[in-house]
């Protein structure tokens, strides 16, 4: 039952921000118990609606811990540390300082695997840190494929994201490095045999795709496009995860 309880919420940590990131940075709609407006990058959503919805997360994020009565010292951080530093170091100090802001918060934002992995073994393994590791460097394409077609949004709000700072050619630029760093780390859990063929074959095709959106986005961009690599790396991270769940139980 600990194991059901855990997944089901690892379900809904995938599901939900991916379906608020499609719609993109500028309008997310955040529907729950007694919440039901409209977030925007600029900070303007109706009264306290980012506030409430913070400590409705934070407080669900108690939940499994209690259930699963885990012993891990690591997990017992999650909701009492790992949510507050995200809201306040990287949302309130972080990201109106630096361009480098989705770059260092994303340690943040694949914490995930590792939790996770202590949830269920009490320890945290070379794998749990390769799967941070494949998270963590696929974060800024990600974002930045977005904050390129936002920028002007951004902007407005003041906020220093590397289109806004260094411009669009250089934040382009940095989209292929990434993608390319990110498929030397998606080879890694083939490398120390976590995983088999299947999810290497899965890999090299995911990773080949994405670059070849990175190098489109730089020859000849467009909005549309920056939409679309956006979209895909969502798919992408999907798609790699799911075959290393579906290799490790084929092998």
Do not use: C
Not at 167 to 191: D, E, H, K, M, N
């Amino acid at each position: 039952m600990k194991r059901l309880v855990l997944t089901a919420f690892a379900a809904a940590a995938l599901v939900l921000p991916a379906t608020a990131a499609a719609k993109g940075p500028s309008e997310a709609t955040i529907t729950g118990p007694g919440l039901s407006s409209t977030l925007t990058i600029a900070g303007n959503g109706e009264g306290d609606t980012s506030t409430d919805l913070g400590l409705l997360v934070t407080e669900a994020g108690f939940f499994p811990e209690v259930y699963g009565q885990s012993p891990s010292p690591l997990l017992r951080t999650k909701p009492t540390g790992l949510g507050p530093r995200y809201a306040v170091v990287y949302t309130v100090l972080l990201k109106p300082a630096t361009p480098q802001n989705i770059v260092i918060g994303g340690a943040s934002g694949a914490m995930p695997p590792i939790l996770g992995w202590a949830a269920i073994s009490d320890d945290v393994a070379p794998q749990a840190l390769i799967l941070f590791l494949i998270i963590f460097v696929w974060t800024p394409p990600h974002f930045w494929a977005l904050a390129l077609y936002r920028a002007k949004e951004y902007a407005n709000a003041g906020l220093p994201m590397l289109p806004v700072t260094h411009g669009p050619a250089y934040t382009r630029l940095q989209i292929v490095l990434y993608t390319i760093v990110l498929f030397a780390v998606s080879l890694l859990p083939f490398a120390i045999r976590m995983s088999g063929w299947i999810y290497l074959v899965t890999a090299v095709i995911l990773s080949g795709i994405f670059i070849g959106y990175a190098v489109a986005l730089k020859r000849r961009y467009s909005d549309r496009l920056s939409r679309q690599t956006f979209r895909y790396s969502i798919a992408y991270l999907a798609g790699l995860f799911s075959a290393l769940l579906f290799d490790h139980y084929w092998q």
